[in-house]
DNA sequence: TGTAGCATGTAAATTGTTACATGATTGC
DNA sequence: GCAATCATGTAACAATTTACATGCTACA
């Protein structure tokens, strides 16, 4: 349940309105935290209610009206607290994995284009973070936050890393994967 | 949504009641497709409406009787077609990376603690992983569909691999995460 | 004035979690 | 008989997803 705790911080980094928010969901924050604007704005809605955060004075309350909001300190605090709490990982849950894991009991059949369609996507992400580091992350700067989310920027990183030389390996390894993902002559796949 | 094909693929492996399948969500599938027992016994009537597995013959329907089930052709078609399903890789959602990043604006009292915490957890199960492997992954196994769940298994151990190499990383690297669980020798420090 | 895009929301359905309830079987 | 355990479920709630509804602003 960290939703709240995820809203908290970007509002922290700076005030915001939903919108804004639910578009840092989309990348930044969103990159280990996703969400979309239906959560964000009940959970707004929420936090607003229980005094961890306020509209700006400036926001109209009217609807379609752009409204923001920043950290109160009972927000900060709240924050704070939740980051020493004990929390266990949680439990893994991968559809790819379980794709292959049903693969070894009814076939392989269409698996391998999925697995180089992946690794593709991973790559394309793991570009992503490069850029953002090099953008972001320049040798000299020491500051502790700065410091901080490179650790976390490098969490990523790390995981699209594991995610390529997994997949890399499992195609180059195993036969059954090795399928073409469609006959060059023939019509293009069709998409959705 | 991928609970229904996780039982279907643990039924055709196996038949089983609905405690077995619980039994078997606390390891093996529940490597990387986690449940509990409310969900399982909710799906497994959802599968048998629709028709994609049916109790066995001999299983009593009666409350508190062990009751078995089985994978008829439906399901195992809709098993086989959704592997090839297309299906992007799930947004990330880690609560321990966005702690860190939450730690960058408000502090990272109490972080580094739980970064060791983590970090055993993960080796611990690192080293199941491992032992799983070696026994039943022997190098001179070659049918199909050991290899395909050897390359799972594989899935799993890269995973913690990378988390214990991150953590690792983090914390020899970063100085605000080396405090001690509690100072032995001050009270504990004031935040603000 | 109409339409495209910005911005904030509501509603409904699904999925996942937590707590509890009930019946059957086994060993004492 | 009784307690422990096996086994199947219900109920209530929380979180998440998907689809839709409404009001404002700019501009052609």
Redesign the pocket.
Known sequence: ?S?PHAILTALLEKPS???ELTRRFDRSIGYFWS?????I??E?GKLERSGQIRALPSAQP??????EYEVLPAGREELAAWIALPEDPRPV?DPLLLRMRAAAVVGAEGLGAELRRHLALHRSQLEEYLRIEERDFPPERTADEDRLRHIVLRGGIDMETFWIGWLTRALADEPVLREGPAALDEPAPAEG
Chains 1, 2 share one sequence.
């Open positions: 349940m939703l309105s939903g919108l969400s979309t604007h239906q959560q704005y009940r707004l009217a609807r379609g009206q752009k409204k849950r």
